[in-house]
């Protein structure tokens, strides 16, 4: 049983386009994450949510954690190709280690 | 400041035989974890040390896997004997607490394949 759904799994948009990207979960989550993944590299954190109905933003990337803390979302303005990745959220209960969803593999097509 | 750093990048060995991965976290994190990325599914949980402590160890796959942490700085991950099934993608990742926070960062793997 996977505890954080993610999805769409594979996405391809062209550039300037919007795109959301969903995590989701039946579990309540104390902080969530977002990491972004490079062929060849470790995740990279993008941002960290900790508050039902937060809402981050990171230049083009807007973050949201729903108000029950059991589900988050990613919303890319304007994709550019330099957005293409793989987009993984990532959930823990206090300090325990990070449970994974599978990913949203994007490719921006220029 | 270095990041997570991870040795070797990518290994290739025989059923049966022993690797050795390697991970340096960042400096003064004293929480390190061990995750692994088999194909087609999650990045899943191995191990959490907190300096040289095992904190939870509930994620390692069987006996063939040893991790340590001796003087609590970088840490190690033996897989021996190596099966067919423990090929992937190993990741090490470091953090320093935020109260009821758990953040992240993680090294560029290892990718294991065992032929």
């Known amino acids: 049983t996977q505890l954080l759904e993610q999805s769409p799994q594979f996405l391809s948009i062209q550039e300037g386009e919007n795109l959301t990207v969903y995590c989701n979960s039946s579990?309540?989550?104390?902080?969530l994450q977002w990491y972004r993944q490079e062929p060849g590299e470790g995740p990279v954190l993008l941002v960290t949510v900790v508050t039902g109905g937060e809402v981050k933003k990171l230049k083009r990337l807007t973050f949201q954690f729903g108000d029950a803390r059991k589900d988050s979302s990613l919303h890319i303005t304007a994709a550019q190709p330099g957005d293409t990745g793989l987009y993984l959220c990532?959930?823990?209960?206090?300090?325990?280690?990070?449970?994974f969803g599978k990913g949203t593999r994007l490719s921006v097509i220029a | 400041e270095a990041g997570v750093t991870q040795f070797p990048s990518h290994s290739v060995i025989e059923k049966g035989q022993t690797v050795t991965l390697r991970c340096d976290p960042i400096?003064?994190?004293?929480?390190l974890y061990w995750y692994r990325r088999v194909m087609g599914k999650e990045i899943k949980f191995l191990l959490h040390f907190v300096k040289e402590s095992k904190q939870d160890e509930s994620g390692m796959p069987n006996n063939r896997f040893l991790a340590e942490r001796t003087g609590g700085t970088y840490s190690t991950l033996k897989v021996q004997p190596a099966e067919l099934e423990d090929s992937g993608v190993y990741f090490c990742a470091s953090s320093q607490h935020r109260k009821g926070v758990t953040e992240a960062f993680f090294g560029q793997g290892t990718r294991l394949t065992v032929v």
């Open positions: 400096s003064g994190h004293d929480n």
């Open positions: 990532a959930g823990a209960w206090g300090n325990t280690p990070l449970v």
């Open positions: 579990s309540v989550f104390s902080s």
